[in-house]
């Protein structure tokens, strides 16, 4: 694959397929066949059926699994080959308890092998910025939920990736610190000029949050639709945006698709 230019995908699935205990009785089709790119600065969100295989796939584009066909590209580099830029940013915020804010922020960095002074500089810098000032010396358990996802959000920034995967973060919160969130992450990513790919069973969310929506089919799941969201960062406020057309139009359109029935 060429060397990455300003217009080339920060990521690229190409015909990505992904099969556990193939060739045997117990063989069983997560996905089949996904192609989709993220271009630099966008979000891209994906929705589908529960048990679909979002996660699945999610796992082959951080590394953690390898697809058994097909190829996925970060950065231009074979996920796989090498170790692709990806932050990835779970349901659960997984702090460790026993850490202060600053030391969760910092995990990442030390694994690294960041110098402390570095770490500890770049991770107060996004502390500050954040919305967390003043909290770097406290616990977990001394933090809401909105907080401890803050904390999360912030450890996987810390380590500058390509890609932020956000797998459901938001699901376990209350309706009100979800949709803070939503505009609060929503800014960061644009802020830090990231690319990201959402996974949620939110419609809302999605065309609140994305450029971009993918819409996946039963499993083995495969690319159903594809929906530009054409909305103006002003008009994202996720209580407002219902009023638009265009959402109610695209909420109307991806909740017909889910409803499909798509052949195996």
């Not at 996974?199 to 799941?221: L, Y």
């Not at 594809?226 to 359109?253: S, T």
């Amino acid at each position: 694959m060429d060397a990455m230019t300003p217009t080339a995908p920060v990521l690229e699935a190409r015909n990505a397929g992904m099969v556990f205990n193939p060739g045997t009785p117990d063989a069983v089709e997560a996905f089949r066949d996904v192609s989709f790119t993220v271009a630099p600065r966008e979000t891209l969100a994906i929705v589908g059926p529960s048990g679909c295989g979002k996660s699945t796939l999610f796992n082959c584009i951080a590394g953690l699994l390898r697809p058994t066909s097909g190829s996925i590209f970060v950065g231009g580099n074979r996920v796989g080959d090498t170790a692709g830029h990806v932050g990835y940013m779970l349901q659960k915020d997984l702090l460790l308890p026993w850490r202060t804010v600053l030391e969760n922020v910092v995990l990442g960095l030390e694994v690294r092998g960041t110098p402390r002074r570095a770490s500890e500089a770049k991770a107060k810098d996004l502390i500050r910025s954040y919305g967390l000032a003043g909290f770097e010396a406290a616990k977990p358990s001394q933090l809401s939920g909105g907080m401890r996802q803050r904390v999360a959000f912030m450890r996987t920034l810390a380590l500058d990736p390509d890609v932020i995967l956000l797998d459901e973060p938001f699901s376990a919160l209350d309706f009100q610190t979800r949709l803070l969130l939503q505009i609060e992450t929503m800014s960061i990513i644009r802020e830090q000029n990231k690319s990201a790919i959402l996974v949620t069973h939110d419609i809302g969310e999605a065309i609140t949050m994305a450029d971009r929506i993918i819409v996946m089919t039963h499993r083995p799941a495969r690319v159903l639709a594809v929906h530009d969201v054409e909305l103006g960062q002003e008009d994202r406020d996720p209580v407002n945006i219902r009023e638009n057309p265009h959402y109610n139009a695209c909420f109307k359109q991806i909740w017909s698709e889910l409803g499909a029935k798509v052949a195996s």
